[in-house]
C-alpha cells in the first residue's frame, strides 16, 4: 500500500482532516507530531509543520525519512494573487517557486536559486489529474483552478507586495510553505501536490480577511483533498 504524507502549517489546516482519518499511532521527531492511520484505504501520515519554509522544509523531509511516504501533499490556505481568484476559491499547483529569493543583484532573476537546475518545482502531473476529478466531484460551490504557488517567509498585505511577486514569479497565489515542500520533494524525487484555498486577497485588508475566513478556507481545501484520497 502507498502512503500518503499529508502537511499543513496550521492546526486549522489539518484539523479537518484528522477528524476523517483513523489515527493508528502517533510520533514525535523535531518536536512535530505526525499522526499515523488510514483513510480512504490509503496510509495517512498527518502533521502540522510549523509555519514558515525552514519548518515545512524540515517536516517534509523528516516525514520521507521518518515515515517513507511515495506522495507528498500541502494543504492550507493561501493570498490569492491572479485575479480569477476569490476568497473561498481553491488552487491547485502546477508548479511552486520561492518569492523571495533574490539574489538580482548578482543578475539572476527574482525566484531562481542560484546554482540549482530547478527553481520552479513542478507539481505531479498525476496527482494534478486526480485533483481535478476531485474537484468535479466534490460538489464545493466555488472556483477551482490549476496555477503557480509562491511561497516565502512573509505574510503579503499590500498591492506592491502582491504587484512584485506577480511581476517577478507570476504567482497566483501567495503563501508561506509550499514552494519549500515542493523543493525538499524535488531534492527526494518524491512527488507533491499543493492545494490551497483562499482566505484572503493578499492586499491592504488581507489580515482581517485571514483572520475571518481561514477556518473556512483550510476546510475547503481539506474537502478537496478528502475526495482525491478516495481515488488514490
Ligand atoms: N496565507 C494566507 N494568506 C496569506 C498571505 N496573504 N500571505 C502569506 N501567506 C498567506
Keep these: 500500500m502507498r502512503t500518503i504524507g499529508i502537511i499543513g502549517a496550521m492546526e486549522e489546516e489539518i484539523a479537518f482532516l484528522r477528524e476523517k482519518m483513523e489515527i493508528v499511532t502517533t510520533k514525535s521527531v523535531l518536536g512535530l507530531s505526525y499522526d499515523i492511520g488510514r483513510y480512504a484505504g490509503n496510509s495517512i501520515v498527518l502533521v502540522k509543520s510549523g509555519i514558515g519554509k525552514v519548518n515545512a522544509a524540515l517536516c517534509t523531509q523528516a516525514m520521507i525519512d521518518h515515515f517513507g511516504v511515495d506522495y ?20 491547485i499547483s502546477t508548479d511552486a517557486v520561492q518569492h523571495d529569493m533574490d539574489t538580482s543583484v548578482l543578475g539572476d ?39 503557480r504557488v509562491a511561497s516565502g517567509d512573509q505574510f503579503i498585505s499590500s498591492g506592491q507586495q502582491r504587484e512584485k511577486i506577480r511581476k517577478t514569479v507570476q504567482g497566483d497565489c501567495a503563501e508561506m510553505e509550499g514552494a519549500a515542500i515542493a523543493h525538499a520533494c524535488y531534492l527526494n524525487r518524491i512527488p507533491f501536490l499543493i492545494i490551497r484555498a483562499i482566505s484572503d486577497d493578499a492586499g491592504d485588508e488581507a489580515g482581517m480577511s485571514f483572520d475571518e475566513f481561514c477556518v473556512m478556507a483550510a476546510e475547503r481545501s481539506s474537502r478537496l483533498v478528502e475526495k482525491m484520497l478516495e481515488h488514490m
Aim: charged letters at 25%.
Design 72 to 91: 507528498v501533499i500541502n494543504i492550507g490556505v493561501a493570498g490569492g494573487l491572479s485575479p480569477e481568484l476569490r476568497v473561498g476559491d481553491i488552487l
Design 109 to 147: 532573476t527574482v525566484g531562481t536559486i542560484p546554482r540549482m537546475a530547478e527553481s520552479y518545482f513542478k507539481a505531479d502531473e498525476a496527482m494534478i489529474a486526480l485533483a481535478e476529478k476531485a474537484a468535479e466531484e466534490c460538489g464545493l460551490d466555488c472556483r477551482i483552478l490549476k496555477g
